[in-house]
């Protein structure tokens, strides 16, 4: 199974700053297949970014995504209120498995 | 409009059984690979299943043998069987699309709550 590590586990940060979330795997992931997810309380994850680097219909372009093998980066240029969630990490790989790193919880 | 309904959630004995459907409106399932995600109260995301275009199935290894997916073309509906269900299994219970040609997943549904006590 491939491993997804993510860091750090929180993140403090104000509007405004940027924000730089790390994911690491255990094994090399396929360029198309890392994708990024942000959750807020009571709502189900959404997509942000694909592929590692193509944003998700809908996404602002502060949002990117960057990176290759087994290290990953979501970068949020500058923070709005809004952005205040959880994110999360995924690749697939084979066998047919799906990932998912533990998350990065990004607070005012 | 692209939507994902679940349901069937609630309260099960440790050992018992339920179904979970999802049914989608906006897009048809058999065109797409389809999934269920899992999240622990407090906890992270947890990958439980896939169902491809083709008919192929594949589960996470703490599922294997206990759960089953299923798809039924004619209601546009996703289906887990869940069997011998542990404490551990407690979880709001996602469906999701899978984008073509990509391994994530770009429409989730609201999630239903299934918990497993005595």
């Known amino acids: 199974e491939n491993v997804l590590t993510q860091s750090p586990g929180t993140l403090s940060l104000s509007p405004g700053e940027r924000a730089t979330l790390s994911c690491r795997a255990s094994?090399?992931?396929?360029?198309?297949?890392l994708a990024w997810y942000q959750q807020k309380p009571g709502q189900a994850p959404r997509v942000l970014i694909f592929?590692?680097?193509n944003r998700a219909t809908g996404i602002p372009d502060r949002f990117s995504g960057s990176g290759s093998g087994t290290d990953f980066t979501l970068t949020i240029s500058r923070l709005e209120p809004e952005d205040f969630a959880v994110y999360y990490c995924?690749?697939?790989?084979?066998?047919?498995?799906?990932?998912f790193g533990q998350g990065t919880r990004l607070e005012i | 409009e692209v939507q994902l309904v679940e349901s069937g959630g609630g309260l099960v004995q440790p050992g018992g059984s339920l179904r979970l459907s999802c049914a989608a409106s906006?897009?048809?399932?058999?065109?797409?690979?389809m999934s269920w995600v899992r999240q622990a109260p407090g906890k992270g995301l947890e990958w439980v299943s896939v169902?491809?275009?083709?008919?192929?199935?594949y589960y996470a290894d703490s599922v294997k043998g206990r759960f089953t997916i299923s798809r039924d073309n004619s209601k546009n509906t996703l289906y887990l069987q869940m069997n011998s269900l542990r404490a551990e299994d407690t979880a709001v219970y996602y469906c999701?699309?899978?984008?073509?040609?990509?391994?994530?997943?770009?429409?989730w549904g609201h999630g239903t709550l299934v918990t497993v006590s005595s």
């Open positions: 999701a699309r899978g984008r073509p040609d990509y391994g994530d997943y770009d429409c």
């Open positions: 995924q690749q697939y790989g084979s066998p047919p498995h799906y990932t």
């Open positions: 094994q090399s992931v396929g360029s198309r297949y």
């Open positions: 169902f491809y275009t083709a008919g192929e199935t």
């Open positions: 592929g590692t680097s």
């Open positions: 906006g897009f048809t399932v058999s065109s797409n690979y």
